[in-house]
């Protein structure tokens, strides 16, 4: 005896609800990026144009987040019964490769310099990236609410954040070249903005790869979960327990509960009651549950724990 139970269908991504906010990031980025690539080759500054390679992949990144927002809004359909809101995660895969490509690029120019430096006007470079670190401080303020909530949006985020913490080194190398003349400043900022992008790509990345690959969520303990469900009445016994995530916001969870026999003509009331428990203790709105009488799993084929 089998008995299936859905709960949670046609969910909106985390990330929808901050459309507005990425579409308002987006338009000031691509504003400062324009900036800094003018002051950059005005002022002959790496750590500028390296800026505003930063921000072209801020913006690039953006655009995915956006398109992933678009797409994963689509309904579903029987080759697609989640729709496509998996699409957020692998722009935030995507995000992060670009972020490891743009550092890559970034150090290679930021040694050759290093080496051989190259006159730097301080003074141009003091107030573009100083511009920069301003809207930086204002794309954070409006994506930050929205970065807890969505995977797709903490992408962007952190990408905005490296940038702000970037143009703070871009201006103390602007100063130095300045008040000092010490043109090296400028390729050693540089490669210190590369440094510090490489931890957080690799993050996204490994948050992205564990959706992608429909780990257990981090935030779930399957046998808290377990424990929970056997001690609904008439529950004797739980396995093929199984929770992942569709895209940031949605998880899901199947498994077979064992029930005892004497409550298997009230499966309705019974799904009610383990939906309510998995959707009030653990916060999972779409969960597919088969109720089976005892001994029922020595018919089931091949199954996981």
């Given at each position: 005896?089998?008995?299936?139970?859905?709960?949670?269908?046609?969910h909106?991504?985390?990330a929808?609800?901050?459309?507005?906010r990425?579409?308002l990031v987006l338009?000031?980025t691509?504003?400062v990026?324009v900036?800094?690539?003018i002051?950059?080759?005005a002022?002959?500054?790496?750590?500028?144009?390296?800026d505003a390679g930063?921000?072209?992949?801020?913006?690039?990144?953006?655009?995915?987040a956006?398109?992933a927002?678009w797409?994963?809004?689509?309904?579903?359909?029987?080759?697609?019964?989640?729709g496509?809101?998996?699409?957020e995660i692998?722009?935030?895969?995507v995000?992060?490769?670009?972020?490891?490509?743009?550092?890559?690029?970034?150090g290679?120019?930021?040694v050759?310099r290093?080496l051989?430096?190259?006159p730097?006007?301080?003074?141009v470079?003091?107030?573009?990236?100083t511009v920069?670190?301003?809207?930086n401080?204002?794309?954070?303020l409006?994506?930050?609410?929205?970065q807890?909530e969505?995977l797709?949006?903490?992408?962007?985020?952190?990408?905005?954040?490296?940038?702000?913490?970037?143009s703070?080194?871009?201006?103390?190398?602007?100063?130095?070249?300045?008040?000092i003349?010490?043109?090296?400043?400028?390729?050693?900022?540089?490669?210190?903005?590369?440094?510090f992008?490489?931890?957080?790509a690799w993050n996204?990345?490994?948050?992205?790869?564990h959706v992608?690959?429909?780990?257990t969520?981090?935030?779930?303990?399957?046998?808290?979960?377990?424990?929970?469900?056997?001690?609904?009445?008439?529950?004797?016994?739980?396995h093929?327990?199984?929770?992942w995530?569709?895209t940031?916001?949605?998880?899901?969870m199947?498994?077979?509960v064992?029930?005892?026999?004497?409550?298997l003509?009230?499966?309705?009331r019974i799904?009610?009651?383990?939906h309510?428990c998995?959707?009030g203790?653990?916060?999972v709105?779409?969960?597919?549950?088969?109720?089976?009488p005892?001994?029922?799993?020595?018919?089931e084929?091949?199954r996981?724990q």
């Amino acid at each position: 005896m089998g008995t299936s139970h859905g709960h949670g269908h046609g969910h909106a991504t985390a990330a929808a609800a901050h459309r507005g906010r990425l579409v308002l990031v987006l338009c000031l980025t691509l504003v400062v990026m324009v900036a800094q690539i003018i002051g950059g080759l005005a002022a002959g500054s790496l750590a500028l144009l390296a800026d505003a390679g930063h921000m072209a992949a801020d913006s690039f990144g953006i655009v995915l987040a956006l398109f992933a927002v678009w797409i994963a809004a689509r309904p579903s359909c029987d080759k697609r019964t989640f729709g496509y809101q998996r699409a957020e995660i692998l722009a935030a895969a995507v995000n992060a490769l670009l972020l490891f490509l743009l550092c890559g690029y970034i150090g290679y120019e930021a040694v050759q310099r290093v080496l051989s430096p190259e006159p730097v006007a301080g003074p141009v470079m003091l107030v573009v990236a100083t511009v920069g670190l301003v809207v930086n401080l204002a794309s954070l303020l409006l994506l930050r609410r929205g970065q807890a909530e969505s995977l797709n949006l903490r992408g962007a985020y952190l990408e905005v954040f490296s940038d702000m913490l970037s143009s703070v080194g871009v201006i103390a190398a602007g100063l130095l070249i300045w008040l000092i003349g010490w043109e090296r400043a400028d390729s050693i900022a540089s490669l210190a903005i590369a440094v510090f992008i490489v931890p957080r790509a690799w993050n996204l990345l490994r948050e992205a790869v564990h959706v992608l690959l429909e780990a257990t969520p981090r935030d779930v303990d399957l046998e808290e979960v377990r424990r929970h469900l056997l001690a609904q009445p008439g529950v004797l016994d739980v396995h093929d327990l199984h929770a992942w995530t569709i895209t940031s916001g949605v998880p899901v969870m199947s498994a077979h509960v064992v029930v005892d026999e004497g409550r298997l003509g009230d499966t309705g009331r019974i799904l009610d009651e383990l939906h309510a428990c998995l959707s009030g203790h653990f916060d999972v709105e779409h969960s597919t549950l088969q109720l089976e009488p005892a001994g029922h799993v020595d018919h089931e084929g091949a199954r996981h724990q």
